[in-house]
T-cell receptor
Framework: ETGVTQTPRHLVMGMTNKKSLKCEQH?????MYWYKQSAKKPLELMFV???????ENNSVPSRFSPECPNSSHLFLHLHTLQPEDSALYLC?????????????FGPGTRLTVT | TQLLEQSPQFLSIQEGENLTVYCNSS?????LQWYRQEPGEGPVLLVT?????EVKKLKRLTFQFGDARKDSSLHITAAQPGDTGLYLC???????????FGAGTTVTVRA
């Protein structure tokens, strides 16, 4: 399999549930990202991992918890979410330090919080 | 975070017509990328421009980076329904690999 994959593609969860989003990249990149995409708003960078170390946490509420067990996998653990957290969650990877930082995105997980 | 403004927000044209999408900022970027996103999918990288004044062509798509590296444009010639999608620009600030994204332009090409 090539590129960046994300599972599940769709998720509906209640505010009291706990769920996890998974991302896997097959590009040999050493940086991975979580973004939130809401309608009519720019992509919001949530977390950045470089060489499995978290290097960025853009004031994201603690109900979102990332995990990067190795350079190919990234998780986003979700608990006690709010309806306004409903959005498309995108994972991306890149190889910084090679000139320009071109990011490659997965297809996203469409999350609905009820 | 450097702000990138895209215009127009929405664009609907007939097949065969030309269109231009703009991406503007008051900040300088070391590179700028254009992505296209189709419904239900993630953004797909189209092109990266690096040098001020650079022009790149990808079939019927022409991308230009402003001389001052603060703005960019995407021109599509003889648009086709397959060009329909959300076009996003993203700027890479100097000395920082984190991209700043615009809100996007939704392009609809009617057959």
């Amino acid at each position: 399999e090539t590129g960046v994959t994300q599972t599940p593609r769709h998720l509906v969860m209640g505010m009291t549930n706990k769920k996890s989003l998974k991302c896997e990249q097959h590009l040999g990149h050493n940086a991975m990202y979580w973004y939130k995409q809401s309608a009519k708003k720019p992509l919001e960078l949530m977390f950045v991992y470089s060489l499995e170390e978290r290097v960025e946490n853009n004031s994201v509420p603690s109900r979102f918890s990332p995990e990067c067990p190795n350079s190919s996998h990234l998780f986003l653990h979700l608990h006690t979410l709010q309806p306004e957290d409903s959005a498309l969650y995108l994972c991306a990877s890149s190889q910084p330090g090679q000139g320009t930082d071109e990011q490659y995105f997965g297809p996203g997980t469409r999350l609905t919080v009820t | 975070t450097q702000l990138l403004e895209q215009s127009p927000q929405f664009l609907s044209i007939q097949e065969g017509e030309n269109l231009t999408v703009y991406c503007n900022s008051s900040s300088v970027f070391s590179s700028l990328q254009w992505y296209r996103q189709e419904p239900g999918e993630g953004p797909v990288l189209l092109v990266t421009v690096v040098t001020g004044g650079e022009v790149k062509k990808l079939k019927r798509l022409t991308f230009q980076f402003g001389d001052a590296r603060k703005d960019s444009s995407l021109h599509i010639t003889a648009a086709q329904p397959g060009d329909t999608g959300l076009y996003l620009c993203a700027g890479e600030p100097p000395n920082d690999y984190k991209l700043s994204f615009g809100a996007g332009t939704t392009v609809t090409v009617r057959a």
